[in-house]
């Protein structure tokens, strides 16, 4: 299978964003409840336990990794139905990332971003996006989910030039 990234790096005073985005022909609404419900984040990213509120930690297992290992993200922001910002820190780093949603004549668009402090690992990181935001449109459609081997290593090289440019 041949995917096409669709990521675009986008350098601002803080460091850069990678931004990746999808549409939904649904409600804001909806994708949102695929955003934040334990059970539907499970169909596509792993299930999460705690009390969610904007300043809290909740446990996130991601179901999709090798082991399955739970980390913990923080809530820095949660406005329903149209933004979350999650941080996390982990063995490779720091990690920032926002979700939006705006929603036209039925169709919602998600922009999801990641600030990134510095441009190591993108080769990586863009890959292991593109691949969860596919799950989530193969989850929410009802479709055969993605191998993450037609996302890695292929679009690597495509993620390293965005930052060389």
Sequence with gaps: MSLTPAGRLLRTAAGNDLILSRTFRAP????????????????WFGPWEGE??????IKVQMTYEEQAPWCEMRI???EPPRRLALSATDEFGAWKVE??????????ELRFVHHLVGEDGIGEIGPGWEYYLDMLVAAREGSPQPDFTDYYPSMKDYFEALSAG
């Design 99 to 108: 979700l939006s949603l705006s929603e036209a004549d039925g169709v919602t």
């Design 76 to 78: 820095d922001a949660c």
């Design 28 to 43: 804001a609404e909806d994708v949102w409840a695929s955003l934040t419900e334990p059970d539907r984040t499970a169909r």
């Design 52 to 57: 969610a509120a904007p300043g809290r930690t």
